[in-house]
């Protein structure tokens, strides 16, 4: 079992920046690729950015490729998503989500197996 807890977000005018975090507890955090989507209001939940176990490959979706960074620290069970130059289409609940190690891209929701709460992220125009 893997739990994970998302925090940083918040209420954020066009432009401007946020960090958000994912803290996971139980086990084998660090042998895990991990991956972060969001879900707008009456859409379905997109992938946004995903992180191999061992931190060396980063994957984005076209629409945030350039503006979010997404990064681990395994030694703090830790996964980041610093989004800069936010825009009001990024409004959306995020989540961090863990997935089994795969030598594949895993940008499907049913590539992971476990799931945050999600955190609100409102970008005013």
């Known amino acids: 079992q893997v739990q994970l807890v998302e925090s940083g977000g918040g209420l954020v005018q066009t432009g401007g920046s946020l960090r958000l975090s994912c803290a996971a507890s139980?086990?084998?955090?660090?042998?895990?690729?991990m991956g972060w989507f969001r879900q707008a209001p009456g859409k379905e939940r997109e992938f946004v950015a995903s992180?191999?176990?061992?931190?060396?490959?980063?994957y984005y979706a076209d629409s945030v490729k350039g503006r979010f960074t997404i990064s681990r620290d395994n030694a703090k069970n830790t996964v980041y998503l610093q989004m800069n130059s936010l825009k009001p289409e990024d409004t959306a609940v995020y989540y961090c989500?863990?997935?089994?190690?795969?030598?594949?891209?895993?940008?499907?929701?049913?590539?992971?197996?476990?799931w945050g709460q999600g955190t609100q992220v409102t970008v005013s125009s």
């Open positions: 139980g086990r084998s955090f660090s042998g895990r690729n």
């Open positions: 989500a863990a997935a089994q190690q795969s030598p594949r891209v895993q940008y499907r929701n049913s590539d992971y197996d476990y």
């Open positions: 992180i191999r176990w061992y931190g060396g490959s980063t």
